[in-house]
């Protein structure tokens, strides 16, 4: 029972601790873009176009989190690919259902009777026509489809779109894996990296630039799967990279001038936020922003290899471990948790900047004091089921 319920404090060895700090950093950006949206309707007392870029671009976060999920996904399927000779698909696929689908499913289901009581039972004629509506579109959510057609779990597109690649990543390097030179791999892969930009600058140059709003570019480049595949096969690359070729690794990271490539990873990431508005998009945002951000993360992932460098030890610090197992459930209600938290904590008034800031933090622990009690109740049961049953594959 002790381990039961206190594991997810405790640091595994075979941990890679950076990669813990990459998603912890990711994670509270969501919180703090997910507080600051609301407000833009309630108002602020300053007018910053700076902050309001800043707070609203935390949405790169997505870009980290897509890089992550690609690097390690991609490398277990290629270490299994070496060391068996196979892909055991059944195998993958068990993974991957029972760690993801209990939190998902069981906070969608509850997501749904709520708004199909609304939709019954409402005295508010608008609420209950809106909740009637927002009933027949939980089939995208339970489908996965999310990113292609609006569900009732606004942030549950990029579930969606990590679903998708967890199906064709095994399917794909099926594939890729068939070519014998490791350098045809990385081709390969580099290939289906640069495809989401080129199909991004086909359909941006195709729409009118009075039709470009942020509806247009949510709908057509942020959410969809095709449009955002480009970090998570970023990832899988940098993993291909470690396995085929170690050496042009430990090369960047005693190169003098790897320092320089993570400042000036840092630097694009803070130049897109503080410069880039997704209000109004443009060239930029539409077709390069998500690489540019992907290769950004990428570079700072790597530099987290080398357990000497300050990237790594700031990224490497203890309380990161138990954020990033949480991350999961706690990005699943973070919504809801935020509603409550931030009209209780802030008050959903016309505020000050320096709020959202300030409030980040402790909101952010709080969610996540919220999603410990989820991930006990929905996923760690769940997480035991998926190792008996491998140990079970094992033993037969």
């Not at 029972?1 to 595994?12: E, G, I």
């Not at 096969?233 to 993993?239: E, K, P, Q």
């Not at 309380?319 to 938290?341: D, N, R």
Request: glycine residues 6%.
């Amino acid at each position: 029972m002790k381990d039961y319920l206190f594991s997810v404090f405790k640091t595994n060895p075979l941990e890679l601790k950076g990669l813990n700090g990459i998603r912890g950093i990711a994670f509270f950006m969501v919180i703090y873009t997910h507080m600051f949206r609301p407000y833009k309707y309630f108002g602020f007392y300053e007018t910053n176009v700076w902050i309001e870029n800043f707070l609203n671009n935390g949405s790169l976060c997505m870009d980290a989190f897509f890089v992550l999920s690609g690097y390690l996904i991609g490398g277990q399927l290629l270490k299994e690919k070496i060391k068996t000779n196979v892909i055991n698909y059944g195998n993958f696929l068990t993974k991957r259902v029972l760690r993801i689908f209990p939190p998902y499913y069981i906070f969608l289901t509850f997501q749904f009777l709520f708004i199909y009581q609304l939709s019954k039972h409402a005295t508010d004629e608008l609420v209950k026509t809106e909740s009637a509506q927002l009933v027949h579109r939980v089939i995208w959510d339970y489908t996965y489809m999310s990113d292609y057609f609006a569900g009732i779990m606004i942030h549950g597109w990029s579930l969606s779109v990590e679903e998708k690649f967890y199906i064709l990543l095994p399917i794909l390097l099926f594939l890729i894996l068939k070519l014998k030179q490791p350098k045809q791999i990385l081709i390969s892969l580099a290939t289906l990296v640069i495809l989401p930009t080129i199909t991004r600058y086909v359909h941006f140059s195709l729409i009118p630039t009075e039709n470009l709003n942020f509806g247009t570019y949510t709908g057509a480049f942020y959410y969809p799967f095709h449009s955002r595949m480009d970090g998570l096969f970023l990832g899988v690359l940098i993993a291909a990279v470690q396995i085929y070729f170690p050496d042009w690794i430990n090369r960047f990271l005693k190169n003098k001038f790897s320092p320089f490539a993570v400042f000036l990873s840092i630097t694009s990431l803070f130049a897109i936020m503080f410069f880039t508005t997704e209000d109004r998009p443009e060239l930029f945002t539409c077709v390069f922003r998500f690489l540019v951000a992907s290769i950004a993360w990428s570079v700072i992932l790597i530099k987290t290899f080398d357990e000497n460098t300050w990237t790594s030890k700031v990224l490497s610090v203890p309380i990161f471990s138990p954020v990033a197992k949480l991350s999961y459930c706690a990005y699943i209600i973070h919504l809801l948790a935020l509603g409550y938290l931030s009209k209780k904590f802030i008050g959903y008034q016309k505020i000050h900047y320096y709020e959202i800031f300030l409030w980040t933090i402790p909101i952010g622990v709080m969610i996540l004091g919220y999603a410990y009690f989820y991930y006990l109740l929905t996923e760690k049961p769940f997480l035991a089921l998926r190792n008996r049953i491998l140990a079970q594959k094992k033993v037969g």
